[in-house]
């Protein structure tokens, strides 16, 4: 993975798991729809259809409601299956950043969350958060050098 690639990974972080966290959510509503369209049909009825009829026709409205009932089940079932498809492929763009951000030391991986992730100017960096951490300050060339550093580790991985 290219440097870039690797920025822009960083960057979208925060909305990668942002969106993660909302299919999650949709998914446990969607599922509790899913019961309630289930206790509103609590019927052990199934469909029949009347053999010889020229038509597909159900032969009553109880088996009707059922039909809807079952259709609608489907298609909250397919919601769910594309939000799980789009968590798997959410959660494994958010593994490879912990994976990588894993290999960094403690000052390298602050430095690099703080400037792509935060979105925080190097400048600021250098004297509050490199302050915090070793209670000296860094230019913004100092805080750069870090970060290429640190990316450079990453994208050998």
């Keep these: 993975m290219n440097k870039d690639e690797l920025i822009e990974l960083l960057r979208t972080h925060k909305q990668t798991s942002a969106k993660r966290d909302l299919n ?3 998914i446990g509503k969607i599922k509790r729809d899913i019961k309630k369209i289930e ?3 609590s019927t052990n009825i199934t469909p029949t259809y009347q053999e010889g009829s020229k038509s597909n026709e159900m032969s009553s409205k109880v ?3 059922v ?4 259709t609608r089940i489907i298609e909250k079932e ?3 299956r594309k939000l799980e498809e789009e968590n798997e492929d959410l959660n494994y763009i958010l593994n490879q950043v912990n994976i990588r951000l894993g290999s960094l030391t403690y000052i390298e991986k602050t430095v690099l969350t703080s400037r792509y992730i935060d979105e925080m100017e190097y ?3 250098g004297n509050k958060v490199f302050y915090e951490i070793k209670h000296q300050t860094r230019g913004e060339d100092a805080i750069k050098k870090i970060c290429k550093k640190a990316l450079n580790k990453m994208s050998k991985l």
């Design 24 to 26: 999650l959510n949709d």
């Design 39 to 41: 206790n509103d049909y």
């Design 63 to 65: 088996e009707s409601a």
């Design 67 to 70: 039909i809807r009932k079952d």
């Design 78 to 80: 397919e919601i769910i």
């Design 123 to 125: 400048d600021y960096i």
